[in-house]
């Protein structure tokens, strides 16, 4: 299931939190998040990749991959921001 959050930041700039949860069988239930920008007076949203801003990604391992990639979004989208997105992901896959 997924689930997309937009935020309007003050400069008038979007920013688009995307967060997805599936069940795994053998390691329960995953998330996998992205995040996407959009600038004002702009039409297309831009996904942030870490790859395009720094060449030492490339050298990291996939575990600090990983850790580099939610340090970022952490940065970007303010960490908050991302457990409210994926708590309301939650209390949509909530039974009632």
């Given at each position: 299931?997924?689930?997309?959050?937009?935020?309007?930041?003050?400069?008038?700039?979007?920013?688009?939190?995307?967060?997805s949860c599936w069940i795994d069988m053998l390691r329960g239930?995953?998330?996998?998040?992205?995040?996407?920008?959009?600038?004002?007076?702009?039409?297309?949203?831009?996904?942030?990749?870490?790859?395009?801003?720094?060449?030492?990604?490339?050298?990291?391992?996939?575990?600090?991959?990983?850790?580099?990639?939610?340090?970022?979004?952490?940065?970007?989208?303010?960490?908050?921001?991302?457990?409210?997105?994926?708590?309301?992901?939650?209390?949509?896959?909530?039974?009632?």
């Amino acid at each position: 299931m997924n689930h997309e959050k937009i935020i309007v930041k003050e400069n008038g700039d979007k920013l688009k939190i995307c967060v997805s949860c599936w069940i795994d069988m053998l390691r329960g239930c995953q998330y996998n998040l992205s995040i996407w920008t959009l600038s004002k007076g702009k039409r297309k949203w831009k996904h942030y990749s870490p790859e395009d801003d720094n060449y030492k990604y490339r050298s990291l391992t996939m575990n600090q991959r990983r850790d580099f990639y939610l340090y970022m979004a952490n940065e970007i989208a303010g960490e908050e921001n991302i457990k409210e997105a994926k708590l309301e992901l939650w209390n949509k896959l909530k039974p009632e």
